[in-house]
């Protein structure tokens, strides 16, 4: 079991010091936590330093393109029913972004890390993890990610052989081809409302039969593993059949299926359903996501929704019309600029909603609503848009830098 951080070196040392102010320098600057400048200072300084920093860890890695950063949450909360966690919360989730949170961590006992997709391979080189997590492929960042099959693929690959214990969502065809090559998976039943990037067979390229809740492969004979863990409702199924009531303060479907594979990681380090699921109650929002805000007076609930299936899980969390509802969607950078994904998304489930559309973007999302029969209005701020809508509880719905900017003007 992992105990405390042994010495740095002192390259690494000075690595971390040089990191810390690199960071600090970035927060006085105003430009956010300074966690990724940090990180990559530290990095350029002593390019081990990540696998030094989580010698002492044990470590669970979590990556999906959707929920990683809630799950994250959810299993540092159990796990620290056993001893003391160091965790990405704020859901910087490539190397440097980790490094920096590793390296205030030296106390801890477990490092949670969220992962970015594409980084898999080589974080879980860097930090030999004692489990993995696997949520869910789709697709995401469509003008630089890698075709979901691809990053399946590189998961695959970087699994094969591996002595960490990984938890894998047995209903996502992309997620169980990649899993089967480790030599210890369990397999969690968490469900797939988002089914658009699995029709083909990731083994074969066959074309995928889904009766019910099953799927399997016509072709090759690839098909859905039986799990030991469950969503059932409103409990999670355990391998000895016993149901525990998940005990959340987070809504939707999407997060009791995160709650259901949080529970199966945290059974791996020996912290038993009941109380995982129990200390998994205290989170209330993650890295902003959820929180309902006062903002000229109307009660305004955030809401991230990042790519089509994001937005998919994202509509069920919506009360019935005529709840107003504004979107915001941007394409720089960090959301990637290719927005061909809107109109894989069905936004008709949003007829009957007065809806508000804003960002840099709001000229795309006002053909896609219009081509769909949703009716809008385009305003030019967040201001604008909350002004236009009745009192009451408002649904914010952004994606990635287009939450953050709202954020910033509602004040959270």
Known sequence: MAGNQEPLSPRARLAV???????????AAG?????????????????????????????????????????TRLIAEALRANGGVVSNALGANMPAGITSALAGGSEARYGVIEVD???????????????????????????????????????????SGTKAVVIANADDPLVVWAASSAPNVVWV?????????????????????????????????????????????????DPHGSAWP?????????????????????????????????????????????DVVDYLGREVRLLLAKNPAGWLETFSLIDAPPAPVILSVNARS???????????????????????????????????LEVAGVGFQVCESAAEAVAACPPGRIEAIANYTAFQDLRRVVGN
Not at 45 to 68: C, E, F, I, M, Y
Not at 212 to 236: H, K
Not at 336 to 362: E, F, N
Request: some cysteine.
């Open 17 to 27: 010091t040089a990191g810390k102010a690199a960071a600090a320098v970035s927060r």
């Open 31 to 71: 430009r956010g936590s300074g966690s990724v400048i940090g990180g990559k200072v530290a990095l350029r300084l002593d390019p081990d330093l990540l696998a030094q920093l989580a010698h002492h860890l044990d470590v669970v890695l979590v990556s999906a393109t959707n929920g990683k950063t809630t799950t």
């Open 117 to 159: 997709e594409k980084y898999l391979d080589a974080v879980a080189r860097d930090v030999t993890p004692k489990a993995i997590a696997l949520l869910n492929l789709s697709r995401d960042q469509l003008d630089r990610a890698a075709e979901t099959r691809m990053l399946a693929e590189r998961w695959r690959e970087a699994l």
């Open 189 to 237: 039943a968490a469900g797939q409302e988002w089914k658009d990037d699995a029709w083909s067979c990731p083994a074969c390229g066959g074309v995928m039969q889904r009766p019910d809740d099953d799927w399997f492969c016509g072709e090759c004979g690839f098909r859905r593993p039986t799990p030991t863990w469950a969503l059932s409702g409103d409990e999670v199924l």
């Open 246 to 290: 998940i005990k959340l303060q987070l809504p939707g479907r999407a997060n009791k299926a995160n709650a259901t594979t949080s529970a199966a990681v945290a059974a791996a380090f020996g912290v038993p359903p009941q109380t995982a699921l129990e200390r998994m109650h205290s989170v209330t929002a993650v890295a902003g996501r959820y």
């Open 334 to 368: 960090a959301d990637g600029t290719d927005t061909s994904w809107l109109w894989d998304v069905d936004y008709s489930r949003l007829v009957g909603h007065p809806i508000c559309v804003i960002g840099d973007r709001k000229l795309d999302l006002a053909v896609r």
